[in-house]
Protein backbone atom coordinates (compact mmCIF):
# COMPACT_ATOMS: atom_id res chain seq x y z
CA UNK A 1 0.00 0.00 0.00
CA UNK A 2 1.67 3.05 -1.21
CA UNK A 3 0.49 6.92 0.09
CA UNK A 4 1.79 9.96 -2.08
CA UNK A 5 1.80 13.33 -1.36
CA UNK A 6 -1.84 15.30 -1.58
CA UNK A 7 -2.50 15.77 -5.06
CA UNK A 8 -2.80 19.88 -4.24
CA UNK A 9 -0.01 19.90 -1.64
CA UNK A 10 3.11 22.04 -3.01
CA UNK A 11 6.73 21.31 -0.95
CA UNK A 12 7.31 24.84 -0.79
CA UNK A 13 10.61 26.84 -0.17
CA UNK A 14 9.28 28.36 2.91
CA UNK A 15 8.21 24.62 4.38
CA UNK A 16 11.56 23.80 3.63
CA UNK A 17 13.41 25.88 5.58
CA UNK A 18 10.99 25.55 8.56
CA UNK A 19 11.67 22.07 9.03
CA UNK A 20 15.31 22.62 8.33
CA UNK A 21 14.98 25.50 11.29
CA UNK A 22 13.03 23.04 13.47
CA UNK A 23 15.81 20.06 13.32
CA UNK A 24 18.89 23.19 14.22
CA UNK A 25 16.36 24.15 17.62
CA UNK A 26 15.99 20.66 18.22
CA UNK A 27 19.90 20.27 17.92
CA UNK A 28 20.61 23.03 19.66
CA UNK A 29 19.31 21.69 22.87
CA UNK A 30 21.58 18.42 22.61
CA UNK A 31 24.74 18.44 24.16
CA UNK A 32 27.70 19.23 21.76
CA UNK A 33 30.18 17.95 24.28
CA UNK A 34 28.87 14.26 25.29
CA UNK A 35 28.19 13.21 21.78
CA UNK A 36 24.48 13.73 22.18
CA UNK A 37 23.68 16.26 19.45
CA UNK A 38 25.97 14.04 17.32
CA UNK A 39 23.95 10.81 17.89
CA UNK A 40 20.51 12.96 17.32
CA UNK A 41 22.21 14.03 13.95
CA UNK A 42 23.78 10.74 13.22
CA UNK A 43 20.24 9.02 13.95
CA UNK A 44 18.43 11.30 11.18
CA UNK A 45 20.91 10.63 8.94
CA UNK A 46 20.92 7.14 9.52
CA UNK A 47 17.33 7.10 9.19
CA UNK A 48 17.19 8.10 5.54
CA UNK A 49 20.16 6.08 4.38
CA UNK A 50 18.67 2.96 5.51
CA UNK A 51 15.02 3.78 4.30
CA UNK A 52 17.03 4.31 0.35
CA UNK A 53 19.82 1.35 0.80
CA UNK A 54 17.18 -1.29 1.02
CA UNK A 55 16.83 -0.03 -2.76
CA UNK A 56 16.85 -3.08 -5.17
CA UNK A 57 17.10 -2.73 -8.98
CA UNK A 58 16.70 -6.10 -9.65
CA UNK A 59 13.43 -6.74 -7.88
CA UNK A 60 9.95 -6.84 -9.15
CA UNK A 61 8.03 -4.37 -9.80
CA UNK A 62 6.53 -2.77 -6.75
CA UNK A 63 9.12 -3.76 -4.21
CA UNK A 64 12.44 -1.81 -5.58
CA UNK A 65 12.40 0.02 -2.24
CA UNK A 66 14.44 3.18 -1.42
CA UNK A 67 13.44 6.44 -0.08
CA UNK A 68 9.69 5.67 0.51
CA UNK A 69 9.41 6.23 3.82
CA UNK A 70 9.63 2.86 5.30
CA UNK A 71 11.58 0.52 7.04
CA UNK A 72 11.61 -2.73 8.67
CA UNK A 73 12.03 -1.55 12.57
CA UNK A 74 12.35 -4.68 13.95
CA UNK A 75 15.61 -5.88 11.66
CA UNK A 76 18.44 -5.97 14.07
CA UNK A 77 19.70 -3.74 11.56
CA UNK A 78 17.56 -0.92 12.00
CA UNK A 79 17.80 -1.62 15.75
CA UNK A 80 18.47 2.49 17.65
CA UNK A 81 15.83 4.30 15.16
CA UNK A 82 13.02 4.30 17.53
CA UNK A 83 14.98 7.51 18.77
CA UNK A 84 14.32 9.26 15.83
CA UNK A 85 10.82 7.63 15.02
CA UNK A 86 8.71 4.64 16.00
CA UNK A 87 7.24 2.37 13.88
CA UNK A 88 4.17 2.68 15.72
CA UNK A 89 2.24 6.22 16.74
CA UNK A 90 1.10 3.77 19.55
CA UNK A 91 4.20 2.34 21.07
CA UNK A 92 4.07 2.04 24.48
CA UNK A 93 7.48 1.24 25.01
CA UNK A 94 8.92 3.92 23.20
CA UNK A 95 7.65 7.98 23.23
CA UNK A 96 6.85 8.99 19.89
CA UNK A 97 10.05 11.78 19.06
CA UNK A 98 9.23 15.48 18.52
CA UNK A 99 10.30 14.98 14.37
CA UNK A 100 8.22 12.84 13.87
CA UNK A 101 4.95 14.21 16.32
CA UNK A 102 5.84 17.52 14.18
CA UNK A 103 4.75 15.23 10.95
CA UNK A 104 2.03 13.74 12.09
CA UNK A 105 0.37 16.76 13.74
CA UNK A 106 1.44 19.52 11.29
CA UNK A 107 2.94 18.20 8.08
CA UNK A 108 0.64 15.19 7.52
CA UNK A 109 -2.32 17.24 7.26
CA UNK A 110 -1.22 19.25 4.51
CA UNK A 111 -0.32 16.19 2.20
CA UNK A 112 3.38 15.83 2.92
CA UNK A 113 4.61 11.60 2.35
CA UNK A 114 6.70 10.55 5.15
CA UNK A 115 9.09 9.43 2.41
CA UNK A 116 9.59 13.71 1.56
CA UNK A 117 10.35 14.51 5.37
CA UNK A 118 12.58 11.84 6.04
CA UNK A 119 14.93 12.76 3.21
CA UNK A 120 13.95 16.79 4.06
CA UNK A 121 15.48 16.20 7.82
CA UNK A 122 18.25 14.55 6.90
CA UNK A 123 18.93 16.98 4.01
CA UNK A 124 18.47 19.77 6.89
CA UNK A 125 21.07 17.55 9.24
CA UNK A 126 23.62 17.73 6.61
CA UNK A 127 23.44 21.12 5.80
CA UNK A 128 23.31 22.78 9.35
CA UNK A 129 26.04 19.61 10.72
CA UNK A 130 28.61 20.84 7.70
CA UNK A 131 31.51 23.74 8.47
CA UNK A 132 29.68 27.34 8.00
CA UNK A 133 26.28 25.62 7.32
CA UNK A 134 26.84 25.79 3.80
CA UNK A 135 26.55 22.26 2.21
CA UNK A 136 23.13 22.26 0.90
CA UNK A 137 21.86 18.67 -0.72
CA UNK A 138 19.55 19.25 -3.60
CA UNK A 139 16.03 18.19 -3.25
CA UNK A 140 13.28 17.57 -4.68
CA UNK A 141 9.66 16.01 -3.19
CA UNK A 142 7.35 13.74 -4.94
CA UNK A 143 7.78 10.51 -3.08
CA UNK A 144 5.71 7.46 -2.68
CA UNK A 145 5.22 6.21 1.10
CA UNK A 146 4.67 2.70 1.70
CA UNK A 147 2.75 1.55 4.46
CA UNK A 148 4.19 -2.30 4.25
CA UNK A 149 7.82 -3.01 3.23
CA UNK A 150 8.26 -6.44 4.44
CA UNK A 151 9.94 -7.33 1.09
CA UNK A 152 13.07 -5.64 1.96
CA UNK A 153 13.91 -7.25 5.32
CA UNK A 154 17.07 -8.62 4.60
CA UNK A 155 18.45 -6.13 2.41
CA UNK A 156 20.28 -3.66 4.82
CA UNK A 157 23.96 -3.87 4.64
CA UNK A 158 25.83 -5.90 7.42
CA UNK A 159 29.18 -5.17 8.87
CA UNK A 160 31.43 -8.16 7.87
CA UNK A 161 33.30 -6.51 4.82
CA UNK A 162 33.52 -4.83 1.11
CA UNK A 163 31.52 -8.01 -0.11
CA UNK A 164 28.54 -6.69 1.78
CA UNK A 165 29.31 -3.05 0.60
CA UNK A 166 29.56 -4.71 -2.81
CA UNK A 167 26.40 -6.49 -2.67
CA UNK A 168 24.29 -3.60 -1.43
CA UNK A 169 25.81 -0.23 -3.25
CA UNK A 170 27.01 -1.67 -5.93
CA UNK A 171 25.08 -4.82 -7.27
CA UNK A 172 21.57 -3.75 -6.06
CA UNK A 173 21.63 0.14 -6.11
CA UNK A 174 24.17 0.45 -8.80
CA UNK A 175 26.38 2.59 -7.70
CA UNK A 176 29.68 3.47 -8.35
CA UNK A 177 32.81 2.19 -5.39
CA UNK A 178 33.32 5.73 -5.77
CA UNK A 179 30.24 6.65 -4.81
CA UNK A 180 29.77 3.89 -1.86
CA UNK A 181 33.21 5.51 -0.42
CA UNK A 182 31.54 8.88 -0.23
CA UNK A 183 28.33 7.33 1.34
CA UNK A 184 30.04 5.51 3.88
CA UNK A 185 31.61 9.25 4.88
CA UNK A 186 28.05 9.32 6.53
CA UNK A 187 29.74 7.39 9.04
CA UNK A 188 31.63 10.86 10.56
CA UNK A 189 27.95 11.48 11.99
CA UNK A 190 27.05 10.45 15.30
CA UNK A 191 28.45 7.03 16.41
CA UNK A 192 27.72 3.49 17.49
CA UNK A 193 26.07 1.84 20.33
CA UNK A 194 26.68 -1.23 21.73
CA UNK A 195 22.91 -1.59 22.51
CA UNK A 196 21.61 -0.56 18.93
CA UNK A 197 24.22 -1.71 16.36
CA UNK A 198 26.45 -3.78 18.42
CA UNK A 199 29.45 -1.39 17.96
CA UNK A 200 30.11 0.97 20.22
CA UNK A 201 32.76 4.53 19.96
CA UNK A 202 32.81 7.26 17.30
CA UNK A 203 34.17 7.37 13.70
CA UNK A 204 35.24 11.20 14.26
CA UNK A 205 38.38 12.09 16.47
CA UNK A 206 36.31 13.80 18.98
CA UNK A 207 32.51 13.98 20.92
CA UNK A 208 31.74 16.91 19.94
CA UNK A 209 33.30 16.44 16.12
CA UNK A 210 31.16 13.20 15.62
CA UNK A 211 28.88 16.19 15.21
CA UNK A 212 29.95 18.23 11.79
CA UNK A 213 29.45 16.57 8.59
CA UNK A 214 33.17 16.87 6.97
CA UNK A 215 36.14 14.62 5.39
CA UNK A 216 36.95 13.42 9.18
CA UNK A 217 36.04 10.13 8.34
CA UNK A 218 38.90 9.60 5.90
CA UNK A 219 41.16 11.43 7.86
CA UNK A 220 40.73 9.09 11.22
CA UNK A 221 40.53 5.95 8.56
CA UNK A 222 43.72 6.87 7.00
CA UNK A 223 45.80 8.72 10.35
CA UNK A 224 44.95 6.58 13.07
CA UNK A 225 47.15 3.01 14.32
CA UNK A 226 43.48 0.58 13.91
CA UNK A 227 43.51 -3.14 15.22
CA UNK A 228 41.18 -5.31 15.51
CA UNK A 229 38.84 -5.33 18.52
CA UNK A 230 38.15 -8.96 19.81
CA UNK A 231 34.53 -10.45 20.71
CA UNK A 232 33.85 -13.41 23.33
CA UNK A 233 35.14 -15.94 20.40
CA UNK A 234 38.26 -14.07 19.92
CA UNK A 235 37.31 -13.16 16.37
CA UNK A 236 37.58 -9.36 15.12
CA UNK A 237 34.68 -7.63 15.88
CA UNK A 238 35.33 -4.32 14.76
CA UNK A 239 38.32 -2.26 14.80
CA UNK A 240 39.31 0.65 17.43
CA UNK A 241 42.32 2.76 18.17
CA UNK A 242 44.51 1.89 21.51
CA UNK A 243 46.02 5.23 22.37
CA UNK A 244 45.20 7.03 25.64
CA UNK A 245 41.57 7.90 26.69
CA UNK A 246 40.04 5.56 24.01
CA UNK A 247 38.06 3.41 26.62
CA UNK A 248 35.26 5.64 27.38
CA UNK A 249 33.94 6.48 24.16
CA UNK A 250 36.28 4.20 22.21
CA UNK A 251 37.08 5.35 18.42
CA UNK A 252 35.50 3.08 15.78
CA UNK A 253 35.93 1.76 12.58
CA UNK A 254 33.83 -1.80 11.20
CA UNK A 255 35.08 -3.67 8.68
CA UNK A 256 33.23 -2.09 6.04
CA UNK A 257 34.87 1.16 6.68
CA UNK A 258 38.32 -0.66 7.37
CA UNK A 259 37.92 -2.65 3.77
CA UNK A 260 37.67 0.58 1.34
CA UNK A 261 41.86 1.07 1.82
CA UNK A 262 42.93 -1.95 4.08
CA UNK A 263 42.59 -5.73 2.36
CA UNK A 264 41.30 -7.20 5.41
CA UNK A 265 39.92 -10.80 5.67
CA UNK A 266 35.82 -11.20 6.47
CA UNK A 267 35.73 -14.16 8.99
CA UNK A 268 37.18 -12.55 11.55
CA UNK A 269 40.44 -13.29 11.44
CA UNK A 270 41.79 -10.22 10.81
CA UNK A 271 45.18 -10.03 12.54
CA UNK A 272 46.83 -6.81 11.48
CA UNK A 273 47.08 -3.09 12.48
CA UNK A 274 46.54 -0.74 9.66
CA UNK A 275 49.95 1.46 10.03
CA UNK A 276 52.85 -0.25 12.27
CA UNK A 277 54.36 3.33 12.00
CA UNK A 278 51.81 4.38 14.83
CA UNK A 279 51.07 3.12 17.76
CA UNK A 280 48.61 -0.24 17.85
CA UNK A 281 49.08 -0.99 21.82
CA UNK A 282 48.88 -4.29 20.96
CA UNK A 283 52.03 -6.55 20.90
CA UNK A 284 50.04 -9.60 18.88
CA UNK A 285 49.54 -6.87 15.63
CA UNK A 286 51.92 -4.07 16.46
CA UNK A 287 54.45 -5.20 14.13
CA UNK A 288 52.26 -6.68 11.15
CA UNK A 289 51.20 -4.19 8.87
CA UNK A 290 47.36 -4.44 6.74
CA UNK A 291 47.93 -4.60 3.23
CA UNK A 292 46.31 -1.98 1.19
CA UNK A 293 43.54 -2.35 -1.29
CA UNK A 294 44.75 -0.54 -4.19
CA UNK A 295 45.10 -3.54 -6.09
CA UNK A 296 41.84 -5.65 -4.90
CA UNK A 297 39.27 -2.49 -5.03
CA UNK A 298 41.34 0.14 -7.08
CA UNK A 299 38.33 2.81 -6.91
CA UNK A 300 37.76 2.61 -3.31
CA UNK A 301 41.25 3.31 -2.52
CA UNK A 302 41.99 6.39 -4.67
CA UNK A 303 38.70 7.89 -3.53
CA UNK A 304 39.55 7.52 0.30
CA UNK A 305 42.81 9.25 -0.35
CA UNK A 306 41.03 11.57 -2.44
CA UNK A 307 38.48 12.37 0.35
CA UNK A 308 40.73 12.64 2.96
CA UNK A 309 42.49 15.73 0.54
CA UNK A 310 39.82 17.26 -0.24
CA UNK A 311 39.46 20.25 1.47
CA UNK A 312 35.90 18.36 1.84
CA UNK A 313 34.53 20.31 -1.68
CA UNK A 314 35.50 16.85 -3.41
CA UNK A 315 33.69 14.22 -1.13
CA UNK A 316 30.49 16.88 -1.27
CA UNK A 317 30.57 16.33 -4.65
CA UNK A 318 30.86 13.33 -4.73
CA UNK A 319 27.88 12.65 -1.91
CA UNK A 320 25.59 15.00 -3.90
CA UNK A 321 25.91 12.73 -7.10
CA UNK A 322 26.06 9.21 -4.84
CA UNK A 323 22.75 10.01 -3.66
CA UNK A 324 20.73 10.90 -6.55
CA UNK A 325 18.61 8.76 -8.18
CA UNK A 326 18.50 6.64 -4.75
CA UNK A 327 15.72 9.00 -3.27
CA UNK A 328 12.67 7.51 -4.74
CA UNK A 329 11.59 9.54 -7.48
CA UNK A 330 11.85 7.75 -10.45
CA UNK A 331 8.52 8.34 -10.76
CA UNK A 332 6.21 11.35 -9.98
CA UNK A 333 8.93 13.61 -8.86
CA UNK A 334 7.86 17.19 -8.96
CA UNK A 335 10.63 20.04 -9.03
CA UNK A 336 11.45 21.54 -5.69
CA UNK A 337 14.60 22.84 -3.73
CA UNK A 338 17.06 21.74 -6.38
CA UNK A 339 17.43 18.90 -8.56
CA UNK A 340 18.09 15.44 -5.92
Known amino acids: LQASCGADFVFTTALYEQIETEVAEIAAGRNLNNGDRGRFFGGILRLAAHDFMDFNRLASPGEEGGSDGCLVFHEDDNKGLEAVWVADSQDTIHPVPLLQTLFEEMYEPMGMSRADYW ?3 ANAVVKISSPNQDYA ?4 YGRLSNEDCGFSEGRQPKANGCS ?4 VFINRMGVTWRDATALMGGHTLGGGSADASGHEG ?3 NTRAGSAEFNNDYYDELLNRAWRPRLNGANLAHDWTWA ?6 FPFLMLHTDVCLYFDIPEDGTAHCCTDIGGNCRDNEVQNIQCPTAQNVRPEAFTAVEEFSNSNNLG ?12 RGLRKNGHGGNGSG
Open 119 to 121: VAI
Open 137 to 140: LPFR
Open 164 to 167: DIEE
Open 202 to 204: IWD
Open 243 to 248: GPNNGN
Open 315 to 326: VRSEFDESTLGH
